[in-house]
């Protein structure tokens, strides 16, 4: 049979073609309404589902959380950071293509594709915008109302990879059981950055990283300054309602370093130890790291020295202890720097401390500065014989900071202990912004110590107080005969630095402890003057061996009816105290929501020099959307 086509129906076909392609054009779904490759169809919202109007402006539907809980389990949706701060943190999210911009978006269900507003969860150790502005989202003239918004989404919790320290929240204590409470001092700031990048990228933190006393004095407050250096500090106190019981008061202890005149500078000998192993080859690490470095070298003058060592595969000089007025030296060695190998530092600590060692400067400054996201390999496997290594050292009169990078690898405990044993200070760095912070805006504090082993002691008065609690501090916690013991460490204060704590107390008759059937041990007979509690203070002077004793009563006249009474400072860190309990999951958090942490914020913001305050309530906002409570569902409580 002759198979080959007609020439008369060849051409009745290319007749035809045209006019099917455009019945097909005019049939078919426009480009706009097609679905984007790898993209799941449209999903028509149930019935009921609840408008949400994102940040953009842009109307949604998002099933009630019944129906979004149905499915079987899903990827964690996280909550991004406020509005400010969620432009600045773009680059933890996958961009949008074009025509997703162009409009394809709004054809794809909240199950489908995140709403404005939400980000899909990055790996806990996914590089972070070491460029972070101020999370200040709403913090204008609408006050802490427009900051917080109900939501509908769900906690975002997911290991961290991160090891921390395990403690038991400090208890309840009876004051006629145990009118004592000592503890060390505790000017370290990790914890706060810390918490404040998980929350930035949609995490909660887990428990044990949040430590309530570092939240508190991440903060610099307007204490009443030391007369002079051979008393350091002196307390400033207040007793006033607590925001968050009714039944109980704050009594709040502040002190703040002396501040050397600008002429009276000590000289600094510094070493840098900087973990180059492939862990660090990332943009929040390595690369952060030398930005960081790169700030504390310019701050730095002829009178100071530098030197680096690096361990990684193997540990080695970098540079030779060098005069701080040679940047351009120093520059050039810290470029060339480069993640890679192992983490095997070898002789690595060694190294750091035999540089510091040999350009020792007398009445000086002589530290070594380890930074690292978590591989503390430098040369002792041994936990606790580097730590004792480390605490020889000091001895020696060479101490040890420790600035911490990136997540997913961090062992925070370790950074914690190292830092303790060495005199030294413990900070995450987790933005260029907070690297400007801890080593140019408080450098002069961390690297010029004023006191060292400074102990504190307060003495609660049964008759007037019937129960108590330290807020924080669990990992400073010291026995009481500890006080007076001068071979006993403790921390460390430098100048300028502030430092804050916080005991709630209750007055006597309005304890939640029965008494005891057959009376209380002791004599709870008033003091003269009614006295609430008496506190003491140890501290040793950066040359000297031997304590020097400051002693205060707390007294019914600093007690305020109404916390309005007291000053700003009192009021932001009994805010920040609040927030930290609520985050942790505290059982003595009481009623408080976020809203009322929110106002509190706002009430006690003052001045906010470097707009840290304003930062912190955008971190409350960020914490309300993950962890929502009844305050912040309720309109009309936040209006």
Do not use: C
Not at 513 to 522: K, N, S, T
């Amino acid at each position: 049979m002759d198979m080959r086509l007609p020439i008369g129906t060849a051409a009745v076909a290319l007749l035809l073609l045209p006019l099917g392609y455009q019945l097909y054009n005019s049939t078919a779904m426009s480009p706009a309404d097609r679905p984007l490759l790898n993209e799941s169809p449209t999903v028509v919202p149930e019935p009921d589902a609840e408008a949400v109007v994102p940040a953009d402006g842009v109307a949604r539907t998002q099933a009630p959380a019944a129906l979004n809980d149905i499915a079987a389990p899903k990827p964690a949706v996280t909550v991004a950071a406020p509005a400010e701060a969620a432009k600045d943190e773009a680059v933890r999210a996958e961009p949008l293509g074009q025509d997703m911009i162009a409009g394809q978006a709004e054809s794809v269900a909240p199950a489908q594709a995140p709403l404005a507003g939400t980000v899909m969860a990055p790996p806990p150790a996914a590089p972070q915008n070491f460029e972070r502005q101020s999370n200040a989202a709403g913090a204008g003239s609408d006050g802490f109302a427009s900051m917080l918004a109900p939501s509908p989404l769900p906690s975002a919790t997911q290991p961290s990879g991160d090891a921390f320290t395990a403690f038991e929240e400090s208890r309840l204590t009876v004051a006629a059981d145990q009118p004592v409470s000592t503890f060390s001092v505790d000017v370290d700031t990790a914890s706060y950055s810390y918490v404040r990048s998980m929350l930035d990228d949609g995490y909660v933190p887990e428990p044990d990283a949040v430590r309530l006393e570092e939240l508190i004095n991440y903060f610099p407050y307007d204490y009443a300054p030391a007369d002079s250096a051979a008393v350091p500090f002196k307390p400033s106190m207040a007793v006033y309602p607590t925001p968050w019981n009714p039944r109980t008061q704050l009594l709040h202890i502040g002190i703040k370093g002396y501040v050397p005149p600008a002429s009276a500078d000590t000289p600094s000998n510094l070493v840098f130890l900087i973990d180059t192993s492939g862990s660090m080859d990332e943009p929040n690490k390595l690369p952060l790291l030398k930005r960081a470095f790169a700030l504390l070298v310019d701050q730095l003058s002829a009178k100071d020295s530098i030197a680096i060592v690096a361990y990684a595969g193997s540990a080695g000089v970098v540079l030779e202890p060098t005069r701080a007025d040679d940047k351009s030296k120093i520059l050039a060695a810290l470029d060339a720097l480069a993640a890679g190998g192992s983490t095997a530092g070898a002789e690595g600590i060694a190294l750091a401390y035999q540089l510091a060692e040999q350009a020792r400067i007398s009445n000086g400054t002589n530290r070594v500065i380890l930074a690292t996201d978590g591989d503390f390999n430098v040369g002792i496997d041994d936990p606790e014989d580097l730590e004792n290594f480390i605490k020889a050292k000091r001895e020696g009169g060479v101490t040890l900071s420790v600035l911490g990078f990136g997540r997913g690898n961090l062992d925070d405990a370790t950074m914690q202990a190292l830092a303790q044993n060495g005199n030294g200070n413990a900070s995450y760095i987790d933005s260029f912004r907070e690297a400007q912070k801890v080593l140019v805006e408080e450098g002069g504090s961390t690297l010029q110590m004023i006191a060292k082993d400074v102990k504190v002691q307060v003495e609660f008065n049964p008759a007037m107080v019937s129960e108590y609690r330290l807020i924080g501090y669990e990992t400073r916690a010291l026995n009481r005969e500890d006080f007076n013991n001068d071979q006993v460490d403790a921390g460390d204060i430098g100048a300028g630095h502030t430092v804050t704590a916080i005991y709630e107390i209750t007055p006597a008759g309005a304890g939640s402890v029965d008494p005891l059937r057959y009376g209380e041990r002791g004599d709870a007979t008033p003091t003269a003057g009614g006295e609430i509690a008496f506190l003491k203070m140890r501290y040793k002077l950066p040359d000297s061996d031997v304590s020097q004793l400051i002693e205060q009563a707390v007294t019914p006249d600093m007690v305020h009816a109404d916390i309005g009474q007291v000053s700003d400072d009192m009021r932001f860190g009994a805010a920040v105290a609040a927030f930290g309990q609520k985050l942790k999951g505290s059982i003595y958090g009481g009623d408080m929501g976020w809203g009322d942490i929110m106002a509190l914020a706002q009430a006690g913001r003052g001045s906010d020099e470097g707009g840290y305050r304003a930062e912190f309530m955008g971190l409350v906002k960020t914490a309300s959307l993950l962890e929502p409570d009844a305050a912040t569902k309720d309109d009309a409580a936040i209006q």
